[in-house]
């Protein structure tokens, strides 16, 4: 549990790191069960959830299935066994270019200014 929330704070930290260009919050007690960590929002990506594990842990079978009813839905989500993986992910997702998420950020914000 200690290794999973330490994977938890410190993908929140980096999030945090965007500053105005991302939105993010853990989420802690939910009316539902199987419901991800963590939540995070760029103009980029949109919506995106994380369900963090500890290495080597096990994604439970109604986690499972909620991250793939969220996924279907419109919402990205996804499990993170390490710090390793959480690079990938942003990488897949494209935020490790700075100048490409303040870009989408800016066009966003541009269209509901309209």
Not at 62 to 87: F, H, N
């Amino acid at each position: 549990m200690q290794k999973e929330k330490s994977l938890q704070t410190k993908i929140l930290n980096d999030l945090r790191s965007f500053g105005k260009y991302c939105e993010v919050f853990k989420i802690i007690k939910t009316s539902d069960n199987g419901i991800p960590d963590i939540f995070f929002s760029t103009a980029l990506t949109g919506g995106i959830f994380i369900e963090t594990k500890r290495p080597k842990g096990n994604i439970k079978k109604l986690q499972e299935v909620k991250l793939r009813k969220l996924s279907a839905c419109g919402s990205w989500s996804y499990p993170c066994y390490d710090w390793e993986e959480w690079w990938q992910l942003k990488k897949i997702l494209g935020l490790l270019n700075m100048d490409e998420i303040i870009e989408a950020h800016m066009k966003q914000k541009k269209l509901l200014s309209d």
